[in-house]
């Protein structure tokens, strides 16, 4: 009999989750769930209204108060409250259509049926939950439901609705629950590997609709858990793709979860789970996407300082150099990752240990080359140049003493090429960004024609234009011009004086644009 009771509570019908592990399948999944829910509304046949609703929930609130007063006078003896266990699990199945309502929602705060769905949650709650399976089983199902109650599209069609649910949902440590109950299940069963991808939904549903809950989340073990996760020594699977996607959205322009990363040794294993990558390729599309979430995720990180000095002590620099002399899938993030490593006076020390370790000779053929294989993995030239660019220009503010003198003597190497291939590319993305400007100015003489007025909107797009032509990629060319010609090395100063007049082109245009990239603070 008890073993009846659990298999009917680990049967959950597929509703769609926010994110189907059947990836192919993702948008048919949800464009089923949200249509079937809006144009039924029912109950066996009866329209949900606002008294439905709260009948609902008082059923279920008095289902859930006799199922614990019968697991509390019959801890041992599961078939006394097996029938309560099922009466429970199928108003909370019905409840699924509460999430076609989100106007209602409120309702389920002021009935206290979200503190009861917490309830079970709880692993506090040793009477309501005293035997493991069954506590599992209610996890599962109310993280179900909360995935559906959640669903970010629901979310946005009553934003009164969905703030008191949300806000109600913190003040339950709704997270911490989940991390708990995430730790004891287990994953090699499938309903239990389900329950661990809702509950990942959930707290996306949740960070999407309000971003500023991510530090709390993080705080609350959820960071942890990720990490712990991530790190396992598991096939890789949906959940691990997950995992690393709600990491990435975590980190994303928060200090705060940024330095708990950095404080919980989060550093090294991003970096160990990366250097699978140095040598072989991702297997599939998902291992793929799960290795540029956890890249992104470093990129992260090493905006905070204090980060960068964990990146350089955990070897992250001999990593990157690495996958970039490999050649593999992986080269294209790890230029990337080097870029945001050595920017800034915090850098210096990478940019340092990054000539130490030889890096000169890996990063100056890609200046020297833009690789074909970059536009096969979705990677424009733009792209490529601008963090080749940017790590030179970093390399030139930073360096002091004999790694200064040895990058300088690359500019002078095999008759100046490389002052050769900086003149190249200044010229290509001066033409790109004038031919821009022309076209905007042409834009703004008939907005005046018109009489519309130009305003800071309008400007910003203009600019934002500009910088997509290359006006960055420009501007770090000239940076590393006149940082060139002002190292005390005649020899660079004639080449780009030479080149310069033999292309028609003017000091006093490298002058302005340098004029202009110092006044708007771009070079960090």
């Known amino acids: 009999m008890v073993k009846s009771c659990e298999i009917i509570f680990s049967f959950q019908p597929d509703r769609g989750a926010k994110r189907p592990r059947d990836e192919d399948s993702r948008e048919e999944s949800r464009s089923k769930q949200k249509t079937a829910g809006r144009d039924t509304g029912r109950v066996l046949g009866e329209l949900v209204d606002e008294s439905t609703v709260k009948k609902m929930i008082l059923t279920f609130e008095k289902r859930s108060y006799k199922n614990q007063e019968l697991r509390i006078k019959f801890p041992d003896n599961p078939e006394k409250f097996m029938e309560a266990e099922l009466d429970l699990n199928d108003i909370i199945q019905e409840m699924h259509v509460i999430a076609t309502i989100p106007e209602l929602y409120h309702l389920l705060v002021e009935l206290n049926a979200v503190h009861s769905l917490l309830g079970l949650l709880s692993h506090d709650n040793t009477d309501i939950l005293s035997i493991t399976n069954h506590q599992r089983s209610y996890f599962i199902v109310v993280v179900d439901l909360l995935q559906e109650l959640t669903d970010i599209d629901t979310l946005h069609e009553s934003e009164e609705g969905a703030e008191v649910l949300i806000d109600t949902l913190l003040e339950g440590q709704v997270v911490a629950l989940m991390v708990q109950n995430m730790e004891r299940l287990d994953e090699t069963v499938k309903e239990e590997a389900d329950g661990v991808y809702n509950t990942l939904a959930v707290i996306e549903n949740m960070a999407e ?98 980060n960068r000095d964990r990146f350089l002590r955990g070897e992250g620099l001999q990593l990157m150099n690495l996958m970039l002399r490999e050649k593999k899938m992986s080269r294209v993030s790890a230029l990337k990752v080097l870029d945001y490593g050595v920017i800034g006076p915090e850098g210096s020390d990478n940019c340092h240990k990054f000539v130490d370790i030889l890096g000169l000779r890996t990063i100056f053929p890609l200046f020297m080359k833009t690789p074909k294989k970059m536009k096969k993995v979705g990677v424009s030239d733009k792209e490529h140049e601008e963090h080749v660019c940017s790590i030179i220009a970093s390399m030139l503010r930073n360096l002091k003493g004999q790694q200064r003198s040895r990058l300088l003597s690359k500019f002078t190497e095999n008759d100046c090429e490389k002052v050769d291939r900086l003149m190249e590319l200044h010229f290509k993305y001066l033409e790109a960004v004038q031919l821009a400007d022309k076209r905007i100015e042409g834009e703004k003489h008939d907005m005046v024609r018109r009489g519309e007025i130009i305003d800071d909107a309008m400007d910003d797009e203009f600019y934002l234009r500009r910088l997509d032509a290359g006006l960055f990629v420009l501007q770090l060319l000239c940076y590393i011009m006149v940082e060139i010609c002002n190292a005390g090395v005649p020899q660079l100063q004639q080449r780009v004086h030479q080149i310069l007049n033999l292309r028609g082109g003017s000091v006093k245009i490298v002058c302005h644009i340098m004029r202009a990239y110092i006044k708007l603070s771009l070079f960090v």
């Open 209 to 306: 609709f309000r971003p500023g809950l991510c530090t709390e989340a993080a705080q609350q073990g959820l960071m942890q858990w990720l990490l712990k996760r991530i790190k396992a020594k598991m096939p890789f699977d949906a959940n691990k793709l997950y995992c690393s996607e709600i990491l990435a959205i975590l980190l994303q322009n928060n200090d705060k979860t940024r330095e708990l990363l950095g404080e919980m040794d989060g550093i090294d294993v991003l970096l160990q789970q990366l250097s699978v990558f140095k040598r072989h390729n991702p297997a599939t599309a998902e291992e793929q996407e799960m290795m540029e979430n956890l890249f992104d995720a470093l990129c992260s990180c090493l905006m905070l300082p204090a």
